[in-house]
Each structure stands twice: as C-alpha cells, then as structure tokens.
C-alpha cells in the first residue's frame, strides 16, 4: 500500500469520474454529523474502498451522491495563525504547527462523499495528515478562545 498523497486532488478527480461513469449524479454539498443521522464508512486498509461505497450506493438505488472537498486557503490559515499568536493560552508549538501548513496551501486535504437511505446518511471520508492536524490546531484555537483583541478599543472606553 502506497502512503496517503498529501494532495487529494488526483482522488477527488478519479471519484467525479467513477461516480459518473456509474451514470450517478454529485450534489456539492457537506453532510455535518450533528444535524442527521450517519453511518460511517470504515475503509481499513483498503485505499480504494471508496469505490465499493459508490457501487454499494448505485446498488442500493441512490439517484446521487453528496460531495465535498476542502482546500487549505491562504486567509483561512493566516487567521488560525493569528487566532493561535493571540492566544493566551495555546503554545509556541501549536503557532509553529500551523505555520508549517503553509506548505500545503491549495492542496485538498478532505473528501467526503455521502448518500441518503431510510432516514440516514452514509457517508465515506477521506483525508490527509497534515488536515488532521489543521482540524485540531482549529479545535485548540476554539478552546482557547484566540480572537485576537483590537486594542484601539480599549483606548475609546471614557
């Protein structure tokens, strides 16, 4: 088994073209676990395991399927940083982690495809490393509550 790419661009590419050639429909779209019911698709080692999700959803009458993709931006990666340099809680080394995303600005880092059948979504994700770690330096930057302050502000209280 090959390593996980750290671009999924290549993946996302070959997913539009399997679906379609099943004569399957996308609708672009994230399916957010906490608003339905999900059940999650387990690949294990299987790297292309996302294809038996789509046969299995052909087969099981889905008209389409859910998808999203994700892209590491340079502004929503600038604001993590200063959300995480502001903080008075998070650590030099969550600053450091998140400036080293930088390299993978552009880079689809999340796939997620999904469909619907009695009441619940299915749904199978993929993903690299490197936006693991992106989602937990985001998670860190929420508990500690980094906005960063506008300090004219405090200037303009009399």
């Not at 059940?39 to 299987?46: C, D, L």
Request: with cysteine; aromatic share 12%.
């Amino acid at each position: 088994m090959s390593p996980a790419p750290e671009d999924l661009t290549i993946l996302k590419d070959d997913m539009i073209a399997f679906i379609e050639g099943h004569g399957m429909r996308r609708f672009h779209g994230y399916v957010d676990y906490e608003e339905v019911q999900c059940v999650m698709w387990e690949m294990g080692s299987n790297p292309e395991g996302w294809k038996d999700f789509v046969e299995l959803a052909k087969s099981a009458g889905a008209p389409f399927l859910t998808m999203h993709s994700w892209k590491l931006e340079r502004e929503e990666l600038d604001e993590l940083v200063q959300r995480l340099s502001h903080s008075e809680f998070s650590d030099g080394d969550d600053v450091e982690d998140a400036r080293w995303l930088r390299a993978h600005i552009g880079k689809v880092g999340f796939l997620q495809l999904g469909w619907a059948y009695q009441g619940s979504m299915f749904l199978c994700e993929v993903s690299t490393e490197w936006y693991e770690r992106y989602q937990r330096l985001l998670e860190a930057a929420d508990d500690f509550g980094g906005i960063p302050i506008d300090e004219s502000d405090q200037d303009d209280e009399g």
